[in-house]
């Protein structure tokens, strides 16, 4: 696992104290019963604080599993 992977890692366990740190890089909006619109928001919240970003409100609807907000993330110019 990457620098990025375990920083979102982490932003993830955080979100979701309950989920599996073996299943992290597979959640998703469909695996993840605890993923409802608080936890969304905080997760949106971790990530825009560890990364220093401003996500896209319009990216958010796509950003819905482990691996798609990896994937934005990556190609942000300037991730801290």
Do not use: K
Not at 21 to 41: F, G, H, K, Q, R
Not at 55 to 68: I, K, P, V
């Amino acid at each position: 696992m990457n620098d990025l992977e375990a920083r979102l890692a982490r932003c993830f366990a955080a979100a979701f104290p309950g989920i599996d740190p073996s299943v992290i890089t597979s959640a998703s909006l469909e695996t993840e019963e605890a993923w409802d619109s608080v936890a969304a928001v905080t997760l949106v919240t971790l990530i825009e604080e560890e990364f220093g970003v401003q996500m896209d409100l319009e990216a958010l609807e796509h950003l819905s599993s482990f691996s798609s907000i990896l994937n934005y993330l990556s190609g942000l110019p300037s991730i801290r």
